[in-house]
């Protein structure tokens, strides 16, 4: 049976499971928010789905709990960040706050990252320039995902891109280079049902409707096919390459705990007010977003909406009524709950 749970709730459980894994309560802390975050922006497949895996890197000593995150290279608007193999949501806070102090006083800064994980949703880092008053852009290196246009072996990654503006709701992207996110499939995988046609292919390159093919094939379809596929291996090469870090073919593979994952991050801020005041670009941006929502639209279509304006509406609903959560999900807390000794809080119905 499906329920909501209050995020407060929940931020404490998953905050008690990763203390119990050893991170300090501040990381801690912080995990759960970003993944807790990420659920109340309705973005379930980035959300407490990912607790699982985490806490079977952290217990099979692939992760590092406790990193000394440091600045390997300082070039004033330009850095690199080794993140010791932590968490890579801990990583990327560290690294975008990083960057926006750094833009404060630059107008711009880019601080890339080495040697770090899965950084959970792309959105929560670009959208930490906005409370600055700065537009965020933030990309990374996955596992590799998705095949080069034309070949039927994953050797890229689907490399996701945020970008965020301030603007009221704040204007925010954030999208893989897939056709969807792998988060969907495991989803579909974890609630038994089938894809749609066109979001992966078997290993012979097939299209194919069941998520566990996609899943053990590892060959999400790329947007726009030979498109997607170059902007995916631009960025791979990009930070990959800038950063001394793992492309994605050298990524571990989600589930492979057998050592460091070496993901690189992107995460660049512009300080907006280096060129005109916050409330200006805010209020262009506003009237812009106005136009587009304004647009005649086509048949069938109810509302057009603006990048991030869908979330800032889940996010407004599910503070308030809490956070639906599926049957699988439930039982995945259940378990590791009670194998950790963590009291679950209670769903309501």
Not at 154 to 182: E, F, H, K, Q, W
Not at 307 to 320: H, Y
Request: glycine share 10%.
């Amino acid at each position: 049976m499906s329920g909501r749970m209050l995020s407060e709730a929940l931020e404490d459980f998953v905050t008690a499971v990763f203390r119990k894994l050893g991170l300090p309560e501040g990381d801690a802390r912080w995990m759960a928010h970003t993944l807790v975050l990420t659920e109340q922006r309705g973005v379930a497949s980035h959300g407490v789905i990912r607790v699982p895996y985490y806490a079977q890197r952290l217990e099979a000593g692939a992760l590092n709990p406790r990193p000394q995150i440091r600045i390997a290279k300082d070039c004033g608007a330009l850095a690199l960040m080794d993140g010791d193999n932590g968490m890579g949501q801990i990583v990327s806070r560290r690294a975008m706050e990083e960057s926006i102090e750094r833009a404060a006083k630059h107008n711009i800064a880019l601080v890339l990252v080495k040697e770090s994980n899965h950084f959970g949703a792309a959105a929560t880092y670009a959208m930490m320039a906005i409370e600055r008053g700065m537009a965020g852009i933030v990309t990374t290196t996955t596992m590799k995902n998705v095949a080069p246009h034309g070949a039927k072996a994953p050797l890229i990654g689907n490399n996701p891109i945020s970008i965020a503006l301030p603007a009221t709701p704040p204007l925010c992207l954030d999208m893989a280079l897939s056709v969807v996110a792998r988060g969907y499939v495991l989803q579909a995988a974890h609630a038994g049902k089938k894809i749609p046609e066109g979001w992966g292919l078997d290993a012979d390159g097939q299209p194919t409707t069941d998520p566990n093919v996609v899943l053990k094939s590892a060959l999400l379809c790329p947007i726009a096919g030979h498109k997607g596929s170059g902007l995916s291996i631009l960025i791979d090469a990009l930070i990959a390459g800038l950063a001394g870090s793992g492309f994605s073919h050298q990524v571990k593979a989600l589930g492979d705990n057998s050592g460091r994952s070496r993901v690189a991050h992107f995460f660049l801020a512009i300080n907006i007010a280096s060129l005109l005041p916050v409330e200006a670009f805010r209020a262009s941006v506003d009237a812009f977003c106005a136009l587009l929502r304004a647009a005649p639209k086509a048949a069938g279509v109810e509302r057009i909406w603006t990048p991030g304006e869908m979330e800032a509406g889940n996010m407004a609903e599910r503070s308030e009524r809490g956070i639906p959560l599926p049957p699988e999900r439930l039982k995945e807390m259940a378990e590791i709950g009670r194998r950790l000794g963590i009291p679950v809080p209670e769903a309501a119905g």
